[in-house]
């Protein structure tokens, strides 16, 4: 195999094999193919693109670059979800738990943040001692007796996406329908899982900029993943504002807790995770409705089972085991703290939502090269949702920041993101469409 003749035959628009794709693949998980051919082959498919039968390749080869996991031992359904990034976006922190009350197993593999979007695992190490990668043993441990356990890929799943994920998040080929497939179809599959939900995003926060865009991706997510077994659905969802009302990986941490405290109900978010936790439980035949699925996974979060479980799996993952009693002991505060302040009376209308996951990488609470360090701290909190009354030199946001300049600068971002109508306007719909 020789690496800049299978770039070469992508760059002309040629069609790869099978074969071409399993040995750059395999020369990617081993070394032997360098960062810099890595980049030109992502480069290549971004602006080629793949054939449903090379994504499938391509998926099934960094699948199999390491460890696919089995679950026959465990006795519940095989469940888990996926989001395709957004801002706020902290869905997963709550439905696992969730659909783990549930009677399901999810044993959820999840990145870092990509981009202007946030990483589950970047939020997760807010909490000291929590452990993104577990072995194998402690992994299988967690997910038979907590029934969820939110990881990162080891080095023995998928390692090939793993090297692949992070040279795209530094070449600008993040938004490529086929690299994206591949990348979160391998994760999945290595997983064992039975049964996927997908939250597949657009508009201004997302890889997506359109409905369209996003029901492409859907639609090649889901006949992947439904062709190599994985009984498999997504929800096209809108991201043209924040998805919960804070970004930022110590501030999605608490409000997770708000959450699954029942401090969020009617919200957008509210929304989506019930919306999702009732598509798992159909798909795993627990329930024979959506109403009966959203039902019952309603009384996990009432009853405080939810919230137990989100501890449990901290607990068993490393974590402090009072964290959910005292977040505030473990979760470090930013040392500034500010309003960004409406510069005019009206309704909210609109949002540069990519901009505002931009603020939180300015701020240090993402990444501009695959080494940076996070500051968990900082972030945005307090947002208002769109159609929101405000009046002049109300907060419509709260800037959390490590420096004085920096907390300026940003609140000067956050506000310029926001249009300001002096006419009322509707919130769109969360959810838009079903693909599966």
Same mark, same amino acid.
């Given at each position: 195999?020789?690496p800049q003749e299978i770039?070469?035959r992508?760059r002309?628009g040629q069609?790869?094999t099978?074969d071409?794709?399993s040995?750059?693949?395999?020369g990617?998980?081993?070394g ?6 890595a ?8 602006f ?8 499938v390749?391509?998926?099934l080869?960094?699948r199999?670059s390491g460890?696919v996991l089995s679950?026959?031992?465990i006795?519940?359904?095989i ?5 395709t ?5 902290n869905?997963?922190?709550m439905?696992?738990?969730?659909v783990?009350a ?6 959820m593999?999840s ?13 997760l ?5 929590y452990?993104?990668m577990?072995d ?8 038979s007796?907590?029934g969820?356990?939110i990881?990162g ?5 998928a390692p090939?996406?793993k090297?692949l994920?992070a040279i795209?998040?530094v ?5 490529s329908?086929p690299?994206?497939t591949?990348?979160?179809?391998s994760k999945?599959?290595?997983?064992g899982l039975?049964t996927l939900?997908l939250?597949v995003?657009?508009?201004?926060g ?6 369209d865009?996003a029901?492409?991706?859907?639609r090649?997510?889901?006949?992947v993943a439904?062709?190599a077994?994985?009984?498999t ?5 809108d991201?043209?504002?924040?998805l919960?009302?804070t970004?930022?990986?110590a501030?999605?941490?608490?409000h997770c807790?708000d959450?699954l405290?029942g401090?969020k /109900?009617?919200?957008?978010i509210d929304t989506?995770?019930f $919306?999702? !936790?009732?598509?798992m439980?159909v798909? %795993? =035949?627990?329930?024979s409705?959506?109403a ?5 996974a ?6 405080g089972q939810?919230?137990?479980r ?7 993952l490393?974590?402090?085991a009072?964290?959910?009693e005292?977040?505030?002991?473990y979760l470090?505060?930013?040392?500034y703290?500010?309003?960004?302040l409406a510069n005019e009376?009206g309704?909210?209308?609109s949002?540069?939502?990519?901009d505002l996951g931009m603020?939180?990488?300015?701020l240090?609470g993402?990444?501009?090269?695959p080494?940076d360090?996070?500051?968990?701290r900082?972030?945005v909190s307090a ?10 030199d109300?907060p419509?946001a709260?800037?959390h920041a490590s420096t004085?300049e920096d /907390? ?5 971002t956050?506000l310029? $993101?926001? !249009?300001i109508?002096q006419?009322?306007v %509707? =919130?769109?719909?969360?959810?838009s469409g079903r693909v599966?």
């Amino acid at each position: 195999m020789i690496p800049q003749e299978i770039i070469r035959r992508k760059r002309d628009g040629q069609v790869l094999t099978a074969d071409d794709i399993s040995a750059f693949i395999s020369g990617l998980s081993t070394g032997k193919i360098s960062e810099g051919q890595a980049a030109a082959f992502a480069m290549a498919v971004f602006f080629r693109g793949m054939s449903r039968d090379e994504t499938v390749a391509l998926t099934l080869a960094m699948r199999d670059s390491g460890d696919v996991l089995s679950w026959a031992d465990i006795g519940k359904p095989i469940a888990d979800k996926h989001s395709t990034g957004g801002v706020g976006d902290n869905v997963s922190l709550m439905l696992a738990p969730i659909v783990a009350a549930c009677g399901l197993a999810v044993p959820m593999i999840s990145g870092r943040g990509l981009g202007h979007t946030g990483g589950t695992l970047d939020k997760l190490e807010s909490i000291p001692g929590y452990d993104v990668m577990p072995d194998e043993a402690q992994f299988r441990r967690t997910v038979s007796s907590v029934g969820c356990a939110i990881i990162g890929q080891t080095g023995d799943l998928a390692p090939a996406d793993k090297r692949l994920y992070a040279i795209r998040d530094v070449t600008a080929t993040v938004d490529s329908v086929p690299l994206i497939t591949a990348s979160i179809l391998s994760k999945k599959l290595a997983a064992g899982l039975e049964t996927l939900v997908l939250d597949v995003k657009f508009g201004s926060g997302a890889f997506m900029q359109s409905s369209d865009e996003a029901e492409q991706l859907a639609r090649s997510l889901v006949d992947v993943a439904n062709g190599a077994g994985v009984k498999t659905s997504a929800h096209i969802t809108d991201m043209n504002e924040p998805l919960a009302d804070t970004a930022g990986n110590a501030l999605e941490i608490i409000h997770c807790l708000d959450f699954l405290a029942g401090k969020k /109900a009617g919200t957008r978010i509210d929304t989506l995770v019930f $919306a999702f !936790a009732a598509e798992m439980l159909v798909q %795993s =035949a627990v329930v024979s409705s959506l109403a009966e699925g959203e039902q019952q996974a309603r009384q996990a979060l009432n009853s405080g089972q939810a919230l137990e479980r989100f501890g449990q799996m901290i607990f068993a993952l490393g974590g402090p085991a009072d964290f959910v009693e005292r977040p505030n002991t473990y979760l470090i505060q930013a040392p500034y703290i500010v309003p960004v302040l409406a510069n005019e009376a009206g309704w909210l209308s609109s949002c540069q939502t990519r901009d505002l996951g931009m603020v939180v990488v300015e701020l240090g609470g993402g990444r501009r090269h695959p080494g940076d360090a996070i500051d968990h701290r900082v972030g945005v909190s307090a947002i208002l949702p769109l159609g929101t009354r405000v009046e002049k030199d109300q907060p419509i946001a709260m800037v959390h920041a490590s420096t004085q300049e920096d /907390a300026r600068r940003a609140g000067a971002t956050v506000l310029g $993101a926001y !249009a300001i109508s002096q006419e009322p306007v %509707s =919130a769109m719909p969360i959810i838009s469409g079903r693909v599966g």
